[in-house]
């Protein structure tokens, strides 16, 4: 029984990356053939593409009552984002900080992150709050849209590094019914990647006597950011560090407030004690430290070792300590 659950553990994985790489890859060129703005493109659809996964693992742990799972996805998925994959990937490729991701997306990931934590000091988001969230996630894209208006000259940039995606030469002159196709198989494929996960992890779990908290939080949070680590490491590799680290601050802002905005506004989300008093906090600590990091405009080698180590400590300590939290 094991062995099949961590067969769809290992499928719902694949079939996230893939089929999330596929949706973000369709999305992106049918937005660019309709005329949309490239910075729009890169700054919103390809942040929330690669956060679709975890969406959809928090849609799918809820309507099976998994609630643990879905909070403790998007909790790791943001600690994830920063310590495991930039960590990961300035350890390899350092990366530079613009100004502008510094002056705008990152305070806005901040106060976001702090947003969250004043509302789950109930134990609870309810369908008022994931409004609201979402709400914020409106008002987040309709802001990037205004400011992409008067920040075009970073358009080629963002052009560039969905090129190197392999969305082709020229993604104005994208076949649309093509594109829809693959967006729409990659919509398919991530929600039966979703639910494989979720299944498999739950039932192993359940097996192994691991709370499903700490399942959210470390194997179904990486799991579900492996499209962030791909388009960071893609990023990065072709010297475009702004992408890199503005995917991953972006897909941290639209964790919250479209995962637990649309999951809370289809049912409420009930809060795990542990989250309120160590997992919130950790993922806070892990948002500010990129504060400090970024105020030298570059993330180095060695700091994204510190990240790096820092995560994986978190892993060991949330398996090893779970049972005097929970």
């Known amino acids: 029984m094991l062995l099949q659950d961590a067969l769809l553990i290992v499928l719902g994985l694949l079939g996230l990356f893939f089929g999330g790489n596929w949706l973000v890859k369709g999305a992106a060129r049918l937005a660019l053939s309709l005329g949309v703005s490239t910075l729009v493109v890169g700054l919103t659809i390809v942040a929330f593409g690669t956060s679709l996964p975890e969406l959809f693992v928090s849609l799918d742990?809820?309507?099976?009552?998994?609630?643990?799972?879905?909070?403790?996805?998007?909790?790791?998925?943001?600690?994830?984002?920063?310590?495991?994959?930039?960590?990961?990937?300035?350890?390899?490729?350092?990366?530079?900080?613009?100004?502008?991701?510094?002056?705008?997306?990152?305070?806005?990931?901040?106060?976001?992150?702090?947003?969250?934590?004043?509302?789950?000091?109930?134990?609870?988001?309810?369908?008022?709050?994931?409004?609201?969230?979402?709400?914020?996630?409106?008002?987040?894209?309709?802001?990037?849209?205004?400011?992409?208006?008067?920040?075009?000259?970073?358009?080629?940039?963002?052009?560039?590094?969905?090129?190197?995606?392999?969305?082709?030469?020229?993604?104005?002159?994208?076949?649309?019914?093509?594109?829809?196709?693959?967006?729409?198989?990659?919509?398919?494929?991530?929600?039966?990647?979703?639910?494989?996960?979720?299944?498999?992890?739950v039932n192993i779990a359940t097996a192994l006597g691991v709370p499903k908290l700490i399942i959210g939080l470390t194997l179904v949070a990486v799991g579900t950011s492996l499209p962030e680590l791909a388009t960071a490491f893609i990023a990065s590799l072709h010297k475009e560090n702004d992408i890199a680290i503005g995917n991953i601050i972006g897909s941290n802002i639209f964790n919250i407030l479209a995962i637990l905005g649309i999951t809370a506004t289809v049912r409420p989300i009930g809060i795990n004690q542990r989250v309120l008093e160590a997992d919130i906090l950790i993922m806070l600590a892990f948002s500010f430290s990129l504060l400090m990091l970024v105020r030298g405009s570059k993330v180095t080698r060695w700091q994204g070792g510190l990240l790096l180590t820092a995560y994986l400590i978190f892993t060991l300590w949330a398996f090893t300590t779970h049972n005097g939290l929970l």
């Open 61 to 201: 742990a809820v309507m099976q009552g998994a609630t643990d799972i879905s909070v403790g996805n998007v909790v790791g998925s943001n600690i994830a984002n920063i310590g495991l994959i930039l960590g990961l990937t300035a350890l390899v490729f350092p990366v530079a900080v613009k100004q502008q991701v510094i002056r705008r997306d990152l305070p806005i990931m901040l106060v976001v992150s702090l947003l969250m934590f004043a509302l789950i000091q109930n134990r609870e988001i309810s369908r008022p709050e994931g409004l609201l969230l979402f709400g914020g996630l409106i008002a987040y894209t309709i802001l990037s849209y205004a400011l992409s208006l008067r920040e075009q000259r970073t358009a080629a940039a963002v052009t560039e590094i969905l090129d190197e995606a392999e969305l082709g030469p020229d993604p104005h002159r994208a076949n649309r019914l093509f594109e829809l196709g693959r967006l729409s198989v990659g919509l398919a494929v991530v929600v039966i990647g979703a639910n494989w996960l979720v299944e498999g992890s």
